[in-house]
Every structure is written in structure tokens, then in C-alpha cells.
């Protein structure tokens, strides 16, 4: 499902100057239907009472995503966009990384839904979401 040629430096330098460069995010891995990254638990992403803020880990979840659907379709003909996102935070984290999983559930020829989920050092669920994502036709 993800096309061949999708690699994890890619990944990176398409987004060496957006959001998930400010906030530490880094690609680690990325399988036949899966891409995995990591995400620091710093400064950049924790909330005012020192646990990370449930707005990171939805960026993280919408960049695994978002990516991920992207990397399905042929660039030069289709993009894909979200439609719709949610998520569910299960165990806050005050320091490290966290590490995201996004696997698709559903790569079809207008919609796409893969699910995320956030786990933390010791492999605990922090948060587990789900995005929804149109494929258009580029014009």
C-alpha cells in the first residue's frame, strides 16, 4: 500500500520545514501499511503542569496519518487531506519520547483511515486516535 520508495529520510526531509521539525518529530520506521516516529516529551510539547500537552500528541497522530495516506496515493495525480481526527489520552508522560504508530485500516479510492497510537518508553498506550482523510484529485 505505501508506495516503494517512500524511506525514512524522505519522510524526513518533507518535513525538515513544517511543525513536526519544530516539535522534535523524527520518523524511525516505515513498513508495507505502517510508518512509526518518535516525539520528544520537552518544552516543546508539554503543557503547563509538566505532562505532555494532548495537542502534541494529535500533531504527531495527524502527521503519522496524514504522511502515511499520502504515501498511498501517486503524488503527481492525488493528495489526501483530513476530514476528521480524534483521539483518546490514556496515560500522561512528563519526560522523553514518545512513540507513534500509525497502521492503515482503510485505503480506498476517495477515503482513507488509519489508526494511531502513542506509546511511551516502557511501551504503555498514551493516546490512541484515528484520522479520517479525502483523496482528491490534483487539478
Known sequence: MINPGVTVEALQELTRHSLEKHLGIEFTEVGPDYLCARMPVDGRTRQPFGVLHGGA?????????????????????????????NANHVRSVREGYVYGRA?????????????????????????????????????
Open 103 to 139: 497502521t492503515a485500516l482503510h485505503v480506498g479510492l476517495t477515503t482513507q483511515v488509519w489508526e494511531i497510537r502513542i506509546r511511551d518508553a516502557e511501551n504503555r498506550l498514551v493516546c490512541v486516535s484515528r484520522i479520517t482523510l479525502a483523496v482528491l484529485d490534483k487539478k
Open 57 to 85: 500528541s494529535v500533531v504527531l497522530a495527524e502527521t503519522l496519518g496524514s504522511v502515511g495516506a499520502n504515501s498511498c496515493v501517486d503524488g503527481a495525480r492525488q493528495y489526501c487531506v483530513g476530514l476528521e481526527i
